[in-house]
């Protein structure tokens, strides 16, 4: 399964403008808020989450960068909309780069996380479409979250 280079910019791109426009909407007083409390994610905490899974599964698992990932501080996090602005701006910048490494690479190198994938078949482009999976997942909650804060 081949993705080009092109594509997979547009929509990694897509997904973090979309969740960044989630934040901005909700501005700095209510982009940590959690609607039904502790257990639940504030919208920064799912644009934090999305940058830590996107470098986890492009850089970490495709391109073998070591990790020191705390997934769990992700749900926890807190921020100002201009602090996630600065988040999403490096990790679309790693996007940037890491698109252009995985494209110039013979073939995918060997990680214990990708036996999780859904194709199973071992290619870089089954851990692209699951970062897409996963963002745009979770633009849907932060989507639902704002509209519940909203009310």
Known sequence: M???PAITRTYLRLAFERLLAVAEGLGDDRVNDRPNGDGTNSVAALVVHCCGLTEFWLGHVVLGRPTERDRDAEFVATATV???QALVEATL????ADVDAIAARPGPIENEARVFLPAADGSD???VLHVLEE???HLGHAEATADAIRR
């Open 125 to 127: 482009a089954d851990a």
């Open 93 to 96: 910048a790693r996007i940037d």
């Open 82 to 84: 201009a602090e996630l």
């Open 135 to 137: 963002l745009f997942q």
């Open 2 to 4: 081949e993705l080009g």
